[in-house]
């Protein structure tokens, strides 16, 4: 437990320093929005760019793996887009909820934690995961946010606007403008790399800070945190409990490969799905409770994982 809660810590403590920043009025009601918008339009497509830039494809071919990994993701995406829907929200507020109860945290706390338990085996396994998360996953909330926007009726319309909002979304330029460059085989320049590995390594914390910033403002209290409890659950039970299925039951996955999907599955959410809803003025209290609790939740949801599973640490 000691381990994860050392990884966990500094997550918990950007999310507290935003919070604390907003509650006692050093930062304004406007510090969110602005500090979005440079995670949105500057350091996060930085990251995007850098990752899909750098991908090697032949290296990052692992089709079990990328079965087991994508879909878990993609039936915990549709079950809790169709519960949504269900439930009576709005197409573009449910794809949000999809995305916060399937998008996992693989970046900035899966390497950590797959690399100190696997070593250097995890990088290649945990890299592919966190393609997926943030450059497909991403993209179909991002698609399925466009359509449910759109009041045309008429199909041919409607999908020319959805391409047309999806090419003016960084989030989703910048990955495929990465791939292109990672396909043409072009090296980027040495001050274009530096350029992108400083932008990018501002995206997490700005972005965590940024979610403080976003939980302490104050909202009514007849907001209850039901869904984020049930988006959590999702995230942190059924998520991983799917990946387990299909390694072992389905694909049949070597040991160690099989024990680092089910630990990617089961790691928080991350804070792609909280920009998400921001870029699209999206009500996000519902994201950014799930955010927070999974991240909690999992100190213990990851402990007991590993306590079961035997592993390479």
């Known amino acids: 437990m000691l381990s ?60 079990g793996f990328v079965a087991t990994f994508g879909l878990a993701s993609a039936m915990v995406f549709a079950g809790t887009l169709a519960w949504r829907l269900r439930a009576g929200r709005h197409l573009a507020d449910a794809s949000v909820d999809a995305i916060a109860a399937s998008y996992a945290n693989t970046a900035y706390i ?79 320049p040495a001050p274009a790399e530096s350029f992108l590995n400083i932008l990018g390594a501002a995206a997490t914390p700005c972005a965590l800070v940024c979610l403080g910033l976003f939980l302490a403002e104050k909202r009514p209290a007849a907001r209850t945190p039901s869904a984020s409890l049930v988006l959590t659950a999702g995230k942190l039970v059924v998520q991983p409990a799917l990946t387990w299925w299909l390694a072992a039951r389905v ?29 699209y003025r999206r009500e996000a209290f519902v994201t950014a409770r799930t955010i927070l609790l999974s991240t909690v939740g999992s100190l213990v949801s990851l402990t007991v994982l590993l306590r079961l599973m035997p592993h390479g640490g």
């Open 4 to 63: 994860t809660l050392q990884i966990l810590l500094p997550i918990f403590a950007l999310i507290l320093a935003g919070f604390v920043l907003r509650r006692r009025g050093i930062a304004s009601a406007a510090a969110c929005v602005e500090l979005n918008r440079f995670v949105v339009w500057l350091a996060l497509p930085a990251l995007l760019f850098k990752l899909m830039a750098h991908a090697s494809w032949t290296q990052l071919y692992q089709p």
């Open 110 to 188: 899966g390497f950590p934690l797959i690399v100190a338990l696997f070593g250097d085996a995890g990088i290649v396994p945990t890299t592919v995961a966190t393609l997926m998360v943030v450059s497909v996953l991403f993209a179909i909330a991002a698609m399925l946010v466009e359509v449910g926007l759109q009041t045309e009726r008429r199909p041919h319309k409607v999908g020319l606007k959805v391409l047309r909002g999806m090419s003016r979304n960084p989030l989703i330029v910048a990955p495929l403008a990465g791939a292109l460059a990672a396909a043409s085989g072009l090296r980027l």
């Open 251 to 279: 694909f049949m996955l070597p040991g160690p490969l099989a024990q680092m999907a089910v630990l990617l599955a089961a790691l928080p959410t991350g804070t792609g799905p909280f920009m998400l809803a921001e870029f």
